[in-house]
């Protein structure tokens, strides 16, 4: 009996941890590990939030006049939101991600799906070169999860990936932004999310 490890193809979720916020801290490191809120257009609300603003039990949504005489006090750093910089981000991203794969579907400006192939160590082994890789030449942290396939639900899916492989879950978890899938839709819209079926994250 054969002890090789099977070969086979499945598909990776590939997402942005916090993606305004962490392309913001790329952009300006001088804001790692500082209270951050990131603003819709025209400054009208909260739409990211960085897990230390979260401590601050600031809420998604609020309105930014409501907090801005508080903000000083609590030493929460705030930006516009730069579109045309998250473009960029999500771009360079891409560009790498398709690096890896012939079947790329881009879901949203920090998502995206991909085909591997190979036996399970040659997927687990290309999700961590993704994920060394997307944070060197961008500075953005992502988490990669593995499964055999893919479906869709309302709703959004929350990894912790403190653990080598962990299920997703349905139910909100801790962790540090490194470590975690932000369970935060990063445009501040609800919408569709993706969920892969029999994941582990690496």
Request: glycine share 8%.
């Amino acid at each position: 009996m054969s002890d090789q490890e099977p070969s086979d193809s499945r598909v990776a979720l590939v997402d942005v941890n916090n993606f305004y916020v962490s392309s913001e801290r790329a952009f300006d490191p001088s804001l790692e590990d500082k209270s951050l809120v990131v603003l819709s257009n025209d400054d009208g609300c909260v739409i990211t939030r960085s897990a230390e603003a979260k401590s601050l039990v600031i809420p998604m949504g609020a309105p930014w006049f409501q907090i801005a005489d508080q903000a000083k006090g609590w030493g929460l750093q705030v930006r516009s939101s730069n579109y045309e910089l998250y473009g960029d981000m999500s771009a360079r991203v891409m560009e790498i991600l398709g690096r890896h794969t012939t079947d790329l579907e881009i879901y949203s400006i920090d998502e995206a799906f991909l085909t591997l192939h190979g036996t399970h160590g040659d997927q687990r082994t290309t999700g961590r070169t993704i994920k060394t890789t997307v944070r060197r030449n961008t500075g953005l942290p992502v988490c990669v999860g593995l499964a055999p396939t893919k479906t869709r639900r309302l709703g959004r899916v929350l990894v912790d990936s403190r653990a080598s492989v962990q299920p997703f879950s349905p139910r909100p978890v801790s962790g540090s932004c490194s470590t975690l899938c932000s369970g935060a839709l990063s445009s501040g819209v609800r919408h569709t999310r993706p969920t892969v079926v029999g994941a582990s994250c690496l």
